[in-house]
T-cell receptor
Framework: AQTVTQSQPEMSVQEAETVTLSCTYDTSESDYYLFWYKQPPSRQMILVIRQEAYKQQNATENRFSVNFQKAAKSFSLKISDSQLGDAAMYFCAYRSEQGGSEKLVFGKGTKLTVNP | NAGVTQTPKFQVLKTGQSMTLQCAQDMNHNSMYWYRQDPGMGLRLIYYSASEGTTDKGEVPNGYNVSRLNKREFSLRLESAAPSQTSVYFC??????????FGQGTRLTVV
């Protein structure tokens, strides 16, 4: 079974600085998707960025980028120029694209605090 | 466009009571999911449905049942609520090959 591990329960960053959130996963599959979701205090789950495993190029979305290391099964999220509104729980997630599986598996999350 | 709608948003139950959490999506998505979120545990998959008429167990299905009556709706039923089922419940849906969209969550307390 696939598992997702986020080893940092909490992180903090100064406003305008850069922070990297870690995520590793375990799978024997070659075709899958990886995601980062943000959950602010409102509880809403918001997709931040996605990465297809077959793509070698790292995904970027404005201030958010990932470092995808397929061989190492690592998928870290870098937030540049951190803003107060970035404070939230961040969840890494894995979804298989093989065998008809529709499971979407999440890590336990990292709470990010942004200090002014 | 409402997206994924969950009802109710809050609920308090007594131990042993039953209830159904409702979820509906208006995006014509194929797959639907039910998760529970507990502090320090992330989101754990309870049940999912890859298409209308099919359901599969996730990581923590015990104590729950689900129904996918049509493409839009996916309900989660607690037959005999227990304090261990106190949690925030999320419904999600997605189109094959795309990312998941989530509802606003239901905060359930079992006393």
């Amino acid at each position: 079974a696939q598992t997702v591990t986020q080893s940092q329960p909490e992180m903090s960053v100064q406003e305008a600085e850069t922070v990297t959130l870690s995520c590793t996963y375990d799978t024997s599959e070659s075709d899958y998707y990886l995601f980062w979701y943000k959950q602010p205090p409102s509880r809403q789950m918001i997709l931040v960025i996605r990465q297809e495993a077959y793509k070698q190029q790292n995904a970027t979305e404005n201030r958010f980028s990932v470092n995808f290391q397929k061989a190492a099964k690592s998928f870290s999220l870098k937030i540049s120029d951190s803003q107060l509104g970035d404070a939230a729980m961040y969840f890494c997630a894995y979804r298989s694209e093989q065998g008809g599986s529709e499971k979407l598996v999440f890590g336990k999350g990292t709470k990010l605090t942004v200090n002014p | 466009n409402a997206g994924v709608t969950q009802t109710p948003k809050f609920q308090v139950l007594k131990t042993g009571q039953s209830m159904t959490l409702q979820c509906a999506q208006d995006m014509n998505h194929n797959s639907m999911y039910w998760y529970r979120q507990d502090p320090g545990m992330g989101l754990r998959l309870i049940y999912y449905s890859a298409s209308e008429g099919t359901t599969d167990k996730g990581e923590v299905p015990n104590g729950y049942n689900v129904s996918r009556l049509n493409k839009r709706e996916f309900s989660l039923r607690l037959e005999s609520a227990a304090p261990s089922q106190t949690s925030v419940y999320f419904c999600a849906s997605r189109l094959w090959g795309a990312e998941a969209f989530f509802g606003q969550g239901t905060r359930l307390t079992v006393v």
